[in-house]
């Protein structure tokens, strides 16, 4: 199925049902005073996060949902049913923007998460609501509101803790496929992915990550060259960058050092010029292709001074799987020391929040001598 990670669609939910202005007549009740019900609420349009779903190619042809109406009021006290609420699914991962004015909605982060797209209208009172002992045959009654109406853009961000980084060509797509479930296309010839492709990583029968294959990146990517844009948004939600390097160079004339520290520079400069933050996340060299270097560990010596570069720095390759187990194993305990930090940190913020903690109850003595 192609991957579509964009769409936008229109939301309403449904009328309220309008109250009933009715009065109660049976053969010998004279009088019997009003008996209007209220209308029914509209149905909402509901959001839910679902793992199972993966695109947000739905939405590109379904673009308009609108929960139904709200039944009205009858008469001998009968309230209108509500109408039938609306629930659409989509990939965690996924965020909504107001189309209109661009804010950020909603971003469903995590599996099951539901929120509320466009509330239903309320329904309308019936006359039995407005009797009183000056109105024993009131007609009025109240007609249903018209449910919220929204445009919203839908975006899917990938959410995966690797995310590689890359020129087209350097190798991601070999890379994912050696050392995942992923079957990306490859070809002997400059390619680029054309849409995101997810890999289980399993290092270990009990450990496992997921790794992202991107659009590859061009100068220009931060404006919106190419696939970059899109790149560039999925990896936001990593928390590693792996960044593939192509050292092979079959053009005598040209030095592969040179060539490499262009292609790293370009990359970097995009990511600082996109965002910031994604310019501050972790970031590895991954050195492909090193199979056609006559000496590795002196190109890597040169390559890391002519970087200053003292991060981490792998050397592989992809296609002959050279190098790849060791690079698996290195993220996979990056990774889990990452969780383990971030886990301690979660639990003394809870531990700061006991219920049984005495700065937290309320001094009854005190509150006693002041009032």
Do not use: A, N, R, W
């Given at each position: 199925m192609k991957f579509v990670d964009e769409a936008t669609i229109e939301v309403q939910g449904g009328k309220g049902g309008n109250g009933a202005a009715s009065f109660r007549r049976e053969k010998f009740i004279p009088k019997g005073g009003p008996d209007g019900g209220d209308g029914g609420r509209g149905g909402s349009v509901f959001a839910i996060a679902d793992r199972n779903v993966n695109t947000l190619i739905d939405y590109r042809y379904a673009r308009l949902h609108k929960g139904r109406n709200g039944e009205h009021g009858r008469g001998s006290d009968q309230y209108g049913a509500a109408?039938?609420?609306i629930v659409l699914r989509f990939p965690v991962g996924t965020t909504i923007y107001d189309a209109d004015t661009g804010?950020?909605?909603f971003d469903l982060d995590h599996h099951?998460?539901?929120v509320t797209l466009a509330q239903g209208g309320q329904g309308g009172l019936g006359n039995l609501h407005f009797k009183s002992s000056i109105n024993r045959a009131p007609r009025q009654y109240t007609n249903g509101t018209e449910g919220e109406q929204r445009k919203l853009r839908l975006e899917l961000k990938v959410l995966a803790d690797v995310g590689l980084l890359g020129l087209p060509n350097a190798g991601k797509s070999?890379?994912?496929s050696q050392v995942s479930n992923a079957r990306p296309r490859i070809a002997d010839y400059p390619f680029t992915t054309?849409?995101?492709n997810l890999g289980v990583v399993r290092s270990s029968a009990a450990h496992s990550f997921v790794i992202a294959d991107l659009p590859g990146l061009i100068s220009g990517a931060s404006e919106g060259a190419g696939l970059g844009?899109?790149?560039l948004r999925h990896l936001s939600r990593t928390r590693l960058l792996l960044h593939i390097v192509d050292v092979s160079n079959l053009d005598p004339e040209v030095d592969v050092v040179e060539k490499a520290v262009e292609e790293i520079e370009t990359i970097v400069e995009e990511l600082r010029l996109y965002n910031p933050d994604l310019?501050?996340?972790p970031r590895w060299l991954a050195l492909n292709k090193i199979d056609m270097l006559e000496d590795p560990s002196a190109f890597k010596a040169v390559l890391c001074e002519r970087l200053n570069w003292t991060g981490p720095v792998f050397e592989m390759s992809a296609l002959t799987g050279q190098g790849t187990q060791a690079l698996v194993l290195k993220i996979q305990s990056w990774l889990d020391q990452q969780q383990a930090e971030e886990q301690r940190l979660l639990d003394e913020a809870h531990a700061d929040f006991?219920?049984?903690d005495p700065r937290f109850k309320p001094n009854r003595q005190n509150i006693d001598q002041s009032e």
């Open positions: 109408g039938e609420d804010e950020l909605l099951d998460q539901q070999t890379f994912i054309l849409h995101p844009h899109l790149f310019y501050k996340k006991e219920p049984d």
